[in-house]
């Protein structure tokens, strides 16, 4: 590519961020013509960023290329979906990390297992894979069929990560092209079966990943995870406006670290607060749909591979777990009942 061409193509800056054409890899080609290919099918964006780069004056043919959207053929609400034989996707998102998320996550997903739903779990979090040891399945290397890779069958789930596709401690300094491009293969090259629901543990933060997965499924509904403290709730606000900018629809709050359990007397305290999502909750016009608090089954058993959902089902832990479960089955009908989420042709807002 023409190098001093594509300096000036660093000052485009995609509609709705901070980064460049050239940053999230749109740009393909620059000889003999510029050819983009971007990820909106909206024309204000193509129109934008053709006005855009007219005004460089570069000398060349512009080309901008957009998704293709297919006619529905499966079950799918929006215009895309390449996963179409999951019938379910559940984003699970966070303003920032170290709140739970993970631990959220695949608690929720062996809940709903246990309610006899048929249930998958991908790990998205590309730069922090924590679900297999959390499950246990560090070591266990994925099979392959035919030119799909079989997701590991754990705790009556199906799972998988990046964290057993690549060598142990190993990290990953990608930049967001290399990251929607890794999101869309665990989705259409692992051979998902027929899912009721799929659980997408995303990595914490508002960026590609989340934009990638909501342009590339029909996400059903999302779930925020948060701690009571305040520094906490303002970075789940993003979060939970990187929903109303997706059109995704918020099935709850899942509030962590909500009080601490004594292994002694098994009293309850508000050692971090609590009720503090709430607030966010009101704001947003949706609830709560669990307060789990501090419990040394869920740290044992998160570090041991043994998840309190599965080993420790009489906990308090596991039993919100389950009460959030079910709450979250309930919005995902009453969604669907509505039309369904309809996230496709997304233009995000966010920076």
Request: hydrophobic share 40%.
């Amino acid at each position: 590519m023409n190098e001093e061409i594509l300096e000036k193509l660093k000052t485009v800056v995609y509609p709705g961020f901070k980064k460049s054409v050239v940053d999230f890899g749109f740009v393909k080609a620059t000889d003999p013509k510029i050819v983009l290919e971007i990820v909106s099918n909206k024309p204000e964006v193509a129109d934008k960023l053709r006005a855009d780069i007219t005004a460089l004056n570069l000398n060349r043919e512009l080309e901008i290329r957009t998704p293709h959207i297919e006619e529905e053929k499966s079950n799918s609400r929006s215009g895309q979906n390449i996963a179409p034989q999951i019938k379910n996707f559940v984003m699970i998102s966070s303003g920032k990390g170290g709140v739970g998320k993970s631990t959220t996550t695949l608690n929720l997903a062996i809940s709903l297992a246990k309610m006899g739903k048929k249930v998958g779990l991908l790990d998205a979090d590309i730069y922090g894979p924590n679900v297999p040891r959390m499950l246990g399945e560090e070591n266990t290397q994925p099979s392959v069929v035919g030119k799909q890779i079989k997701p590991i069958g754990t705790h009556g789930i199906e799972m998988m990560s990046m964290g057993v596709l690549i060598e142990a401690g190993q990290g990953l300094m990608w930049r967001g092209a290399m990251i929607m491009s890794a999101i869309k293969q665990l989705l259409n090259e692992v051979a998902w079966s027929d899912l009721d629901v799929l659980f997408l543990d995303m990595p914490p933060g508002t960026g590609d990943a989340q934009i990638t997965l909501a342009q590339s499924v029909p996400v059903t509904a999302g779930v925020c995870v948060t701690t009571p403290q305040t520094v906490a709730l303002d970075d789940s606000a993003r979060a939970m406006d990187m929903f109303e900018k997706l059109h995704i629809p918020v099935a709850g709050i899942v509030e962590n670290m909500s009080g601490f359990i004594c292994p002694c007397c098994g009293k309850e305290y508000d050692i971090f607060g609590k009720d503090g999502a709430q607030s966010l909750a009101t704001g947003y016009n949706c609830e709560v749909i669990a307060q789990i608090p501090i419990e040394p089954a869920i740290r044992i058993g998160g570090d041991a591979g043994r998840p309190v959902s599965f080993y420790a089902p009489d906990s308090v832990s596991a039993k919100r777990y389950a009460q959030a479960a079910a709450k979250l089955w309930e919005k995902i009908e009453q969604i669907n009942a509505n039309g369904g989420a309809d996230n496709s042709a997304i233009q995000p807002t966010m920076k």
